[in-house]
């Protein structure tokens, strides 16, 4: 199957960004993880947005469900677990995230400590300083199996 091809070949890279820069089989690959932009800068100004996930009748959901940035906007996303279910908050350009949920299919357990990617257990909170360098249609996604097919996708439009 063409979907378990793909999934494959992302095994390497996916686990090198897991270990946050550490691993020797990082170089070369840098930024290419990170789709939607790169990792802020603390010592720059940035905007804060609170994000809540959480789980209603047969759905999951951020909130809030979209956000408007200008490029080159830094933005603080606090993000606060209100469910009763571990959740993720991965931020990626839709592909590069169809492609994380597809390899999550097969490894469902993965955490993720990521300058991107977050995983939050019930209740849990968490911050993740972005730069928005670039212009596009990005997202934030938990690939926790069935979790995105529930509706946990936020919106991000960088103009
Ligand atoms: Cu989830």
């Given amino acids: 199957m063409k979907m378990f091809k793909v999934a494959t070949a992302l095994l390497p890279m996916l686990f090198s960004a897991g270990l946050a820069f550490a691993g020797p089989g990082d170089a070369g690959h840098g930024h290419s993880n990170f789709s939607a932009g790169e990792p802020g800068d603390p010592k720059k100004p940035f905007r804060v947005v609170e994000v ?4 209603g009748d047969g759905t999951m959901s951020y909130s809030p469900k979209s956000l408007d ?7 603080k996303f606090v993000i606060t677990n209100g469910g009763a279910l571990a959740h993720e908050f991965i931020l990626a350009d839709e592909k590069d995230n169809l492609k994380h949920a597809a390899l999550m299919q097969k490894f ?19 911050e993740i300083l972005w730069r928005f360098s670039k212009r596009g249609t990005f997202e934030y996604s938990c690939l926790i199996p069935g979790h995105r097919e529930a509706g946990m996708t936020g919106k991000v439009i960088v103009k």
């Fill in 108 to 126: 469902p357990d993965m955490q993720h400590d990521d300058p991107n990617g977050k995983s939050l257990e019930p209740k849990a909170k968490n």
């Fill in 52 to 55: 809540t996930m959480q789980e």
């Fill in 69 to 75: 940035v200008k490029r080159g906007e830094q933005i």
